[in-house]
């Protein structure tokens, strides 16, 4: 089992940086990549970043150049920056991780949420 605990998040400046952070406990030893994702109402949950235990980093299209992810293995911490946030980035923003079950296999695990709102 994983707990994720959120912390960042609230009332952004348009223009302004989020940087929403992440720490995993339980069962950390399989984790292979953790992100942050973002969900508004009536769409689906889509991806913002994920970092692999590797560090090997991925982002949306719509993030990339403006923002950036970082992991500290030893304290499995994920710490999400994204920078000239607009309007339509308002969201609850949702930190993810992928955890190994075996060959092929993985579980997915999610935060509560964080509420990001995005102020003119």
């Known amino acids: 089992q994983i707990q994720l605990v959120e912390s960042g998040g609230g009332l952004v400046q348009a223009g302004g940086s989020l940087t929403p952070s992440c720490a995993a406990f339980?069962?950390?030893?399989?984790?292979?990549?953790m992100g942050w994702y973002r969900q508004t109402p009536g769409k689906q949950r889509e991806l913002v970043a994920t970092i692999t235990n590797g560090h090997s980093t991925n982002y949306a299209d719509s993030v990339r150049g403006r923002s950036s992810v970082s992991r500290d293995n030893a304290t499995n911490m994920v710490v999400l920056q994204v920078n000239d946030l607009n309007n339509e980035e308002a969201a609850v923003y949702y930190c993810?991780?992928?955890?190994?079950?075996?060959?092929?296999?993985?579980?997915?695990?999610w935060g509560q949420g964080t509420q990001v709102t995005v102020s003119s």
């Open positions: 993810g991780v992928r955890y190994s079950t075996g060959v092929d296999a993985s579980d997915d695990y």
């Open positions: 339980g069962s950390i030893h399989h984790i292979a990549a």
